[in-house]
C-alpha cells in the first residue's frame, strides 16, 4: 500500500471514530483505534517527504494522547475529525 493510501486510511478511520464515538458506540471506537495504530505503525516504515513529516509527527503525538485519553465526550470526537481532514488535506504532500 502506497503512503498515500494509508493516509488517507487513517483519514478515513478518524472519521469512523468520531462519529460512533458521539453515537456512543465505543466498541467500535476501540477496535478502530487499534486499527489506526497499526496503520501508523506501517506508516512509520514508509518513505514520506520532509514537508509530510512534520504533520506526521504532530498527528502522531496527538493520536496517542487522544487513544489513551479516558473522557471521550464531544470535543474529543471533534479533535479526531479535525485530524482526520487535516490528514486528508495533507496526503498529497506524502
Do not use: C
Not at 472519521?15 to 464515538?21: L, V
Not at 486499527?35 to 504532530?58: G, H, N, V
Not at 470526537?77 to 490528514?87: C, D, F, T
Amino acid at each position: 500500500m502506497s503512503t498515500h493510501d494509508i493516509v488517507l486510511n487513517i483519514a478515513v478511520n478518524l472519521g469512523r471514530i468520531s462519529r460512533w464515538a458521539t453515537e456512543g458506540k465505543q466498541a467500535r471506537v476501540d477496535q478502530f483505534l487499534n486499527e489506526t495504530a497499526r496503520y501508523i505503525t506501517e506508516l512509520e516504515q514508509a518513505p514520506k517527504s520532509a514537508q509530510f513529516q512534520k504533520t506526521f509527527d504532530s498527528f502522531k503525538k496527538n493520536f496517542y494522547l487522544l487513544k489513551n485519553s479516558s473522557v471521550r465526550d464531544e470535543a474529543w470526537a471533534e479533535a479526531v475529525l479535525a485530524w482526520g481532514n487535516i490528514l486528508t488535506h495533507r496526503a498529497k504532500l506524502t
